[in-house]
């Protein structure tokens, strides 16, 4: 198994451009979160998903974040537009239900200047 | 905000057992305990749960007081490559709480 996929790795944008960044959960999980982490807050959960559809979104910081999930097998975290104080890693994680221990992707690292 | 409390920094002989504690007072009835850590510049990575009774995997033991007020984390033989920092998190099983609350951790440092 692949575990969970995300890309790009490394993300390095200028500040009031849009970043799309993109996760693919492991096969047969039918819940995914995507959680940011930086030094001054830690590991904070964005959105939860299960079965595609948002549960919680009570973490997304402001409108200028949207997260949609098409399908089983793909979701997207959009930022527009993007500000320096968005500059983190960004996890997605997948677990085969929603109570089940969660796996995590590599992340990606995100820097706005 | 995280409902547990951990000991910042920890360090461990390799080869030794690693004991991390956890205190968990204000743990409900159906929350369970997780365990997770982190290896630097990796996602976080699942290592064992559990409710009420200990519980052992491939990776680490668990042991819950009978209170459930406070658990440990037991790394049988630590390694060089189990250094990381260690989350502890309490978290019961359905709907919008499905969600982990990560705390600030024990970094586990294993000196060679």
């Known amino acids: 198994d692949a575990g969970v996929i995300q890309s790009p790795r490394h993300e390095v944008t200028e500040m009031g451009q849009e970043v799309t960044l993109r996760c693919k959960p492991i096969s047969g999980h039918n819940s995914l979160f995507w959680y940011r982490q930086t030094m001054m807050r830690g590991l904070e959960l964005l959105i939860y998903?299960?079965?595609?559809?948002?549960?919680?979104d009570s973490g997304m910081p402001e409108d200028r974040f949207s997260a949609k999930m098409p399908n089983a097998s793909f979701s997207t975290l959009k930022i527009q537009p993007s500000e320096p104080r968005d500059s983190a890693v960004y996890f997605c994680?997948?677990?085969?239900?929603?109570?089940?221990?969660?796996?995590f992707g590599p992340g990606t690292r995100l820097t706005v200047t | 905000d995280a409902k547990t409390t951990q000991p910042t920094s920890m360090d461990c002989a390799e080869g030794r057992a690693a004991n991390l504690p956890c205190n968990h007072s204000t743990i409900s009835g159906n929350e369970y305990v997780y365990w997770y850590r982190q290896i630097h510049s990796q996602g976080p990575q699942y290592i064992i749960h559990g409710l009420k009774n200990n519980e052992t995997n491939e990776m680490a033991s668990l042991i819950i007081t009978e209170d459930r007020k406070s658990s440990t984390l037991i790394l049988p033989h630590a390694t060089l490559r189990d250094t990381a920092v260690y989350y502890c998190i309490v978290r019961a099983h359905g709907g919008a709480t499905n969600k982990l609350i990560f705390g600030t951790g024990t970094l586990l440092a294993v000196q060679p």
């Open positions: 994680a997948s677990s085969l239900t929603g109570a089940s221990e969660q796996y």
């Open positions: 998903f299960n079965n595609n559809v948002p549960i919680d």
